[in-house]
T-cell receptor, first 116, second 108 residues
Framework: EAGVAQSPRYKIIEKRQSVAFWCNPI?????LYWYQQILGQGPKLLIQ????????DSQLPKDRFSAERLKGVDSTLKIQPAKLEDSAVYLC??????????????FGAGTRLSVL | KNEVEQSPQNLTAQEGEFITINCSYS?????LHWLQQHPGGGIVSLFM???GKKKHGRLIATINIQEKHSSLHITASHPRDSAVYIC??????????FGTGTRLTIIP
């Protein structure tokens, strides 16, 4: 079974530039999560999708971050414009059903973003 | 406030030693997860438990609901076990709350 695919693996940009990350979850997984993990900290949930609808985006900085999952399969996360404090690893995860129902989340390898 | 705390933050041990990583949480949970993160970022789920004890190979996870505490044990530790181990909890809703992780280094 293929895992969660993310691209790119690494990205270096200058502040105020735009960047986009892509995630393809495990086939059949209805729930998709985007996390931000700053060095030395645990992952922080940015947004959770159930199929193509948003379940939780309470911690997404909506003035600069956006995410979509138009067909309920793969998803993109965009930052526009980037700030220095956005430097982090961006993790995508998926699960068959929402995690609170006792389902394991499967994580991608992450995209390491450096904003200079 | 939903919180997950881990200890120690860093742990260095010799190959073969028995390892214990601790996790405590603030209020009642529906599930407790142990995750492993290797350099490079990828995270692997090791255990999900809501009571008792689970074992997989040299890894053992236990949880004490009354004490709001969980432990991850590694027997006969090996350098390939070197990673960051993260405890995370579902506090009744769907969102996982993560601890800050324990960086484990096993020296040959």
């Amino acid at each position: 079974e293929a895992g969660v695919a993310q691209s790119p693996r690494y990205k270096i940009i200058e502040k105020r530039q735009s960047v986009a990350f892509w995630c393809n979850p495990i086939s059949g997984h209805a729930t998709l999560y985007w996390y931000q993990q700053i060095l030395g900290q645990g992952p922080k949930l940015l947004i959770q999708f159930q199929n193509n609808g948003v379940v939780d985006d309470s911690q997404l900085p909506k003035d600069r971050f956006s995410a979509e999952r138009l067909k309920g399969v793969d998803s993109t996360l965009k930052i526009q414009p980037a700030k220095l404090e956005d430097s982090a690893v961006y993790l995508c995860a998926s699960s068959i059903r929402p995690s609170g129902q006792g389902n394991i989340q499967y994580f991608g390898a992450g995209t390491r973003l450096s904003v200079l | 406030k939903n919180e997950v705390e881990q200890s120690p933050q860093n742990l260095t041990a010799q190959e073969g030693e028995f390892i214990t990583i601790n996790c405590s949480y603030s209020v009642g949970i529906s599930a407790l997860h142990w995750l492993q993160q290797h350099p490079g970022g990828g995270i692997v789920s090791l255990f999900m438990l809501s009571s008792g004890k689970k074992k997989h190979g040299r890894l053992i996870a236990t949880i004490n609901i009354q004490e709001k505490h969980s432990s991850l044990h590694i027997t006969a530790s090996h350098p390939r076990d070197s990673a960051v181990y993260i405890c995370a909890a579902n506090f009744g809703n769907e969102k996982l709350t993560f601890g800050t992780g324990t960086r484990l280094t096993i020296i040959p």
